[in-house]
């Protein structure tokens, strides 16, 4: 499983002193801080994978699993599991046998076809050999684009994303209490 997990410690005594803010104000603020960067982690991963493959952005979304930070445990991320990480090919939009093989939108997949399974899945697959059988259904494969832009989002940016959400939080639960 890829995971991008944050865990941020902030110097409290800091904090403190500038804004007059409690503890336990200042660690909802963090917990409310660290949900919403990895919401927004989320949607940036999904976007730059999206972009990079020319896919809809839902579709790469539904590969990742958030984390939520609680008051017991101050830590948040977004997860992929391997199984997550493959996309079916018939995922991608409404797919068209033709003589070459099925087209999905602007992809061709040449030597493929179009079949509906006994169990009644349905799904575009291509022969492993010259023989009948075996068959394998067509899937992208996004684990390891995705892990490439979680670690370029998790050197910078995710951070000054947390610092400017976490002055944003705490004023806010400050100033309403």
């Known amino acids: 499983m890829v995971q991008v997990s944050l865990i941020v410690s902030p110097n409290l005594s800091d904090v403190v002193l500038s804004i007059q803010a409690t503890e336990p104000q200042i660690k909802r603020a ?3 801080a660290l ?3 990895s919401r927004w982690l989320r949607s940036q991963v999904s976007r730059q994978v999206a ?3 020319n896919i809809k952005v839902g579709i790469v979304r539904n590969s990742l699993s958030l984390i939520r930070a609680s008051r017991g445990s101050v830590n948040a991320g977004i997860g992929m599991s391997r199984r997550h990480g493959v996309i079916n090919a018939m995922n991608l939009g409404a797919a ?3 003589s070459r093989g099925v087209r999905v939108g602007r992809r061709q997949y040449d030597h493929a076809f179009l ?3 006994p169990t009644g899945h349905r799904g575009i697959f291509r022969r492993t050999s010259d023989d009948r059988l075996p068959i394998r259904e067509v899937q ?3 684990t390891g684009r995705m892990a490439t832009v979680m670690e ?3 050197d ?3 951070l000054q994303q947390f610092d400017k959400v976490f002055q944003r939080e705490l004023n806010y639960i400050v100033r309403s209490s």
């Open 30 to 32: 963090a917990v409310r």
């Open 35 to 37: 949900n919403k960067v």
């Open 51 to 53: 972009d990079e493959l």
């Open 96 to 98: 068209r046998q033709n």
């Open 115 to 117: 079949a509906t399974m």
């Open 140 to 142: 992208i494969v996004i």
């Open 152 to 154: 370029h989002l998790s």
């Open 156 to 158: 910078g940016p995710v």
